[in-house]
């Protein structure tokens, strides 16, 4: 238990494809989220409100990206969501839950890293993916391995918001400057 004020937490869930897996997995991630004292949760669907990124991501103190690995990157949409953001990024930490086939995503996490740090966001290593995603949930949207996925899911956002009181500490003390 800590008796830091929470942090503020966006979930920004970047694919709006027509039939998309990402509401199983953001609502699982969700679900473990909100069983944190550390957070206040906010979620941003690009689906649902494309233009609420910006607002969204200006009041986080951190954000998780839920990402899919589509041809080997991450989905278009995304990367324009993100071309029409900017300074509401800088000096935030972004924690990725990735999915997709063999790779679990990761593909497309390696390729938004660079766009973060663009962005002056600090991305964290702690990532948490999902080989094969659509045959690792049951009808339920619990994963199948819900020990493991668990385990991951806690250290990164312990990890994360070690980062998140930290960089918003920092912000407060002295405004970050790119």
Known sequence: MTTETPYNLAVVIGSVREG???????NWFLDRAKQREDVNLSV???AESPDGLSSGVAAADAVVVIVPEYNHSYPGPFKTALDNTGSEWHGKPVAFVSYGGISG???A???LRPVFAELHAMTIRETVSFPYAWN?????GEHLDADGADL???TQ???LGWWAHALRDARQARPYSA
């Open 20 to 26: 998309r897996f990402a509401p199983v997995v953001a």
């Open 109 to 111: 996490v390696e390729h």
């Open 152 to 154: 991951a899911a806690t």
């Open 44 to 46: 941003i669907d690009l």
């Open 157 to 159: 956002l312990n990890q």
């Open 136 to 140: 690792n949930f049951g009808s339920d």
């Open 105 to 107: 995503g990761l593909r």
